[in-house]
């Protein structure tokens, strides 16, 4: 594949994101085969269109092992993975084992910074960069070292409500 545009895809689901995990033989199997079969058959537009086609590591994705998996069976270099620095860091992994399941598939490295509410199961809030624990850093030096050299997108997401925008909180603040 020649370098040129690129486009992030990352609107596949599972219908039952459970069977994300393992443990849910076949069904999981099959809902991956599936998604594989939707990539791949997306592989002849993107190649005439010169765009390779990222999933991201997101919603049932979030755990690179998983987005490993499917990459595994859509194995055209016209597929790869968008790793989002978030997501694989709430459900547990460290960057150097998202960077050994997907490092050599990914076409776009997507950063943000995140901290976890103090509860148990409490929600995760957005932060600047470097203002939270998610270890972009480290992410970023694995990329670069392994001669990564596409783009990298810094990703904010606030959640606005009617109060935050009264507060002027739905953007990081100016310089």
Same mark, same amino acid.
């Given at each position: 594949?020649?370098?040129? /545009?690129? =486009?992030? %895809?990352?609107?596949?689901? %599972?219908?039952?994101?459970?069977?994300?995990?393992?443990?849910?033989? /076949? !069904?999981?199997?099959?809902?991956?085969?599936?998604? !594989?079969?939707? #990539?791949?058959?997306?592989?002849?537009?993107?190649?005439? #269109?010169?765009?390779?086609?990222?999933?991201?590591?997101?919603?049932? %994705?979030?755990? *690179? *092992?998983?987005?490993?998996?499917?990459?595994?069976?859509?194995?055209?270099?016209?597929?790869?993975?968008?790793?989002?620095? +978030?997501? &694989? +860091?709430?459900?547990?992994?460290? &960057?150097?084992?998202? %960077?050994?399941? =997907?490092? /050599?598939?990914?076409?776009?490295?997507?950063?943000?910074?995140?901290?976890?509410?103090?509860?148990?199961?409490?929600?995760?809030?957005?932060?600047?960069?470097?203002?939270?624990?998610?270890?972009?850093?480290?992410?970023?030096?694995? #990329?670069?070292?392994?001669?990564?050299?596409?783009?990298?997108?810094?990703?904010?997401?606030?959640?606005?409500?009617?109060?935050?925008?009264? !507060?002027?909180?739905? *953007? &990081? &603040?100016? /310089?």
């Amino acid at each position: 594949m020649s370098a040129g /545009p690129r =486009i992030a %895809f990352s609107t596949l689901a %599972f219908p039952d994101a459970s069977l994300a995990r393992a443990g849910h033989e /076949p !069904a999981r199997t099959a809902q991956l085969q599936a998604a !594989a079969r939707v #990539l791949e058959a997306s592989v002849p537009a993107a190649a005439r #269109l010169g765009v390779a086609i990222g999933v991201e590591t997101h919603d049932a %994705f979030c755990s *690179s *092992s998983v987005l490993a998996e499917l990459l595994a069976l859509a194995a055209s270099p016209w597929v790869g993975a968008v790793w989002d620095s +978030h997501h &694989p +860091h709430r459900v547990g992994e460290q &960057p150097a084992e998202v %960077f050994a399941n =997907i490092g /050599p598939r990914v076409l776009l490295a997507q950063v943000k910074d995140a901290v976890k509410g103090p509860e148990r199961d409490a929600e995760w809030r957005l932060v600047l960069l470097g203002e939270g624990e998610v270890r972009v850093q480290e992410m970023l030096r694995l #990329l670069t070292e392994h001669g990564y050299s596409g783009w990298v997108s810094v990703e904010w997401e606030k959640r606005c409500t009617q109060r935050d925008r009264g !507060a002027g909180g739905c *953007s &990081p &603040p100016a /310089p």
